[in-house]
Every structure is written in structure tokens, then in C-alpha cells.
Nanobody, 115 residues
Framework: QVQLVESGGGLVQPGGSLRLSCTAS????????VAWYRQGPGKQRELVAR???????NYPDSVKGRFSISRDNAKKMVTLQMNDLKREDTAVYYC?????????WGQGTQVTVSS
């Protein structure tokens, strides 16, 4: 059974930074597209950042220049560095792995941006 374990969420002031991490219990981590999604209060779930297997990272305009996703295939880990956080970044953040019909999600970690 595949498990994704996220960590690093918490409370941060506007303008601050947080780093989220996610480790996966899969045999071949490198073949997966890894991504972070988020769902804010009263909002739909949205993509935050994605790295395809062997590809380039991509981001929506809402976080471009502030968030950075990276992956370490040897450690089976994906991280999300979030800088210059805004109140509207408040959400539950989910780590995902996708490959063909396989689509795995973590349990989510809360990020709250508030003064």
C-alpha cells in the first residue's frame, strides 16, 4: 500500500516562508509525476506546483516566483519551498504522485498565513 507522508505545515505571518516535505513509500519514485495541490476554506482544490518525471517544474500564476518544487528520487521525497506567503495561501496542502492509472494522495498538511 502506497503511503505519502507530508510534514512542515504550520502558522506563519504574511511575508514569511515555509517548507513542506513529502516522502513516499513507492518502489520506483522516479517514474511518477509529483505535485502539490491545495484547498483553501470555501475554495476548490487547485494545483500549486508539479514536476513530471524527467521534466521541468511548472506553476500557476498565483504562486509563480514565490513557490519552488523539487524532487529527490533517491530519497523518494518532494519538497515545496514557499516564500513571501500571503493570507490567500492559507489552505490544506496535499502531496500527490501520478503515473498512468495510479494516483496517490497524502493526508494533507495545514498551512495558515495570519498575523
Amino acid at each position: 500500500q502506497v503511503q505519502l507522508v507530508e510534514s512542515g505545515g504550520g502558522l506563519v505571518q504574511p511575508g514569511g516562508s515555509l517548507r513542506l516535505s513529502c516522502t513516499a513509500s513507492v518502489s520506483i519514485f522516479g517514474k511518477y509525476t509529483v505535485a502539490w495541490y491545495r484547498q483553501g476554506p470555501g475554495k476548490q482544490r487547485e494545483l500549486v506546483a508539479r514536476i513530471p518525471a524527467g521534466g521541468m517544474a511548472n506553476y500557476p500564476d498565483s504562486v509563480k516566483g514565490r513557490f519552488s518544487i523539487s524532487r529527490d528520487n533517491a530519497k523518494k521525497m518532494v519538497t515545496l519551498q514557499m516564500n513571501d506567503l500571503k493570507r490567500e495561501d492559507t489552505a490544506v496542502y496535499y502531496c500527490t504522485l501520478q503515473s498512468g492509472p495510479y494516483d496517490y494522495w497524502g493526508q494533507g498538511t495545514q498551512v495558515t498565513v495570519s498575523s
